[in-house]
């Protein structure tokens, strides 16, 4: 693991620790506008996280969830029209999990530049494993190198896979429920953990219906560092998308920056090429557009 990504990892994890692990067994939260949770331990989180990697790495901007829109779309088109790096942080993903004592939640990091994510960490508290990227040097569970489980089926019906109903387009929603494809479903509550979740070949496809960059940014460097492929759509149910990315390289949906954008996206991901195939043809059955090349 490159020293860079090694220092972050540490950061991270020892940040966890202090500032999440001692308020596991409840917080009081409030509603923030867009329905989401926000709980003292999210601000406190974020404002930590911004103090030491501004510290350890001078000058670099962040994007954080609880960041307000102004700052976000800043921080973002700095990046774009100067090629200046920023961090993108989720303090907690999963914060409803968090509140409602459910462990499935985590912190996620990534350091972006003009050609998408360049370092990528995301931490579960709970079950303390650390999954962690660097563009084109590979990802890591715990210093594993990822995938830790091999996935050789190349049959939906033989695979778990991650779909989050509740943001489906309803049609879809209806057909995954009576169709169920897959040998069965689960859904964690933690976008982070379920990109890494892909990568770690636990649940080999995944499906998610509204994703904003705090919540993505780092799971897909690991992702695709890990062999994954996946999609950023505009949308379930025209197939409007970027290409698809075995690596973060390459054109996407971001406004300069690859695979990043304020604006929502939904998410078609696979731990295997063979299982994104057959699992985005049956997301867009009927509907598939030209994939381009």
Not at 25 to 39: I, Y
Not at 215 to 230: N, W
Not at 249 to 262: A, C, H, N, Q, R
Request: with cysteine.
């Amino acid at each position: 693991m490159p020293d860079d990504l090694q220092a972050l990892v540490s950061l991270v994890t020892r940040l966890a620790r202090e500032e999440i692990r001692p308020h596991d067994t409840g917080v009081a939260s409030e509603r923030k506008g867009d329905g989401s949770l926000l709980t003292a331990v999210d601000e406190a989180m974020q404002r930590r996280l911004v103090e030491e990697l501004a510290r350890d790495w001078p000058g670099v901007p962040t994007l954080g969830e609880e960041s307000s829109g102004t700052a976000q779309g800043e921080v973002l088109e700095g990046c774009v029209a100067h090629g200046t790096p920023f961090w993108c942080i989720d303090p907690l993903d999963g914060t409803s999990n968090f509140v409602m004592g459910f462990p499935a939640y985590a912190v996620s990091v990534a350091l972006v530049d003009r050609d998408g994510p360049l370092l990528g960490v995301v931490h579960d508290p709970t079950r303390r494993e650390t999954f962690a990227a660097s563009r084109g040097h590979g990802a890591w569970l715990d210093g594993r190198p990822l995938p830790i489980r091999d996935v050789s089926s190349t049959d939906l019906g033989a695979v778990l896979a991650l779909v989050d109903l509740k943001r489906l387009p309803p049609s879809l929603g209806v057909r995954v429920a009576a169709e169920h494809p897959f040998r069965s479903q689960r859904n964690l509550g933690s976008a982070a953990l379920e990109w890494c979740w892909v990568a770690a070949g636990r649940c080999p496809v995944y499906v998610h219906g509204s994703q904003k960059p705090w919540d993505y940014a780092a799971g897909m460097l690991i992702l695709a560092e890990a062999g994954g492929i996946f999609r950023l759509e505009t949308d379930l149910e025209s197939g409007a998308q970027s290409e698809p990315k075995g690596s973060p390289d390459g054109d996407s949906s971001g406004p300069g920056v690859p695979g990043l954008t304020l604006e929502p996206r939904a998410v078609v991901a696979a731990s295997t090429p063979e299982l994104f195939a057959a699992w985005r043809r049956w997301i867009f059955r009927g509907g598939e557009p030209d994939a381009r090349s």
